[in-house]
């Protein structure tokens, strides 16, 4: 079966549409790199690139399962495993280009990985992802058992914590997008444990889901005043209100808040749509 076939063998355009996409990040640096746009450290940027779409392939991946429930798409399940093997895939290219950035001195790249702790971190996490992504076959599925299967593939929580901590420490003082990336992680664990508790057949109905964007922007602004206060010193009160400007941009806590209730507000429509329709009166 091709990656762009569901199961009955049938073209899929949602995982042909996917699959093309997964690409194109790749084939845009590859064509920058050779054209000369990443100047001047065009294997660093290069490096950048491609980890940071392989995060964002990571958490993409990891938003399947609630937004299939939120928006009821539940064919976005089709797409979930190629997402997640391509984030292994832009991880492999991410550490590939670190190695021939060093002129494939593997002895110097084992050292650097070893010494410096935020790679060290980022090489566990592409080790933890290369197993599951070697795991993710049906044939493995039934080879393991689906309930082993299952536990072993929960891991992906702690790799996807452990490619945000890496993120962030490579990041430095530039952390806007590591600290979005940091909320919407908070928002997706914070969905799976409400499911856990309160959720309804697997379900978190849509009041929860708005409270946990509430949640997961305010988590995300207090976690980087904390940065900002213990690393540089800065008054947390000037890093919270600066959530409330625009002068800076959008901070990191609205950009999280409003994907949040972006999603609630598709789900909500998603839900009410057909009950509108119903009512409405129908004219001969």
């Known amino acids: 079966m091709y990656p762009w076939q569901d199961y009955s063998g049938r073209l899929s355009p949602l995982k042909l ?21 990443l100047q001047p450290r065009p294997f660093t940027e290069a490096i950048h690139q491609v980890g940071l779409w392989m995060l964002r ?24 495993r190629m997402i997640g093997v391509a984030a292994f895939a832009y991880g492999l290219a991410h550490i590939s280009l670190f190695v021939a950035d060093l002129k494939f001195d593997l002895a110097k790249a084992a050292t650097e990985i070893a010494l410096r702790i935020y790679l060290t971190i980022g090489f566990v996490a592409l080790l933890g992802l290369a197993s599951l992504a070697a795991t993710s076959t049906d044939a493995m599925v039934g080879r393991l058992g689906a309930r082993r299967w299952q536990r072993m593939h929960r891991l992906i929580y702690v790799i996807a914590l452990l490619a945000v901590v890496h993120y962030c420490m490579q990041s430095k003082l530039d952390l806007w997008e590591p600290t979005i990336i940091a909320g919407i992680y908070a928002w997706l664990m914070g969905y799976r444990l409400l499911v856990k508790f309160v959720g309804v057949r697997g379900r978190l109905p849509l009041a929860w889901v708005g409270a946990l964007s509430l949640a997961a922007a305010a988590l995300t602004a207090l976690g980087e005043a904390a940065y900002f206060w213990i690393a540089l010193g800065v008054d947390p009160t000037r890093v919270l209100s600066a959530n409330w400007s625009l002068i800076a941009g959008w901070r990191p806590a609205a950009i999280v808040l409003g994907l949040g209730l972006t999603v609630t507000a598709i789900g909500t429509g998603r839900a009410v749509g057909p009950l509108i329709v119903k009512r409405l009166p129908r004219f001969a």
């Not at 549409?17 to 790199?33: D, K, S």
């Not at 009821?72 to 399940?77: C, F, S």
């Open 57 to 80: 392939f990571l958490f993409i991946a990891l938003a399947i399962t609630p937004l299939r429930h939120i928006v009821q798409w539940p064919r976005l399940i089709l797409v979930r």
């Open 17 to 37: 549409a996917v699959f093309i996409a997964l690409f194109l990040p790749g084939l845009w640096t590859a064509i920058a790199f050779g054209m000369g746009w």
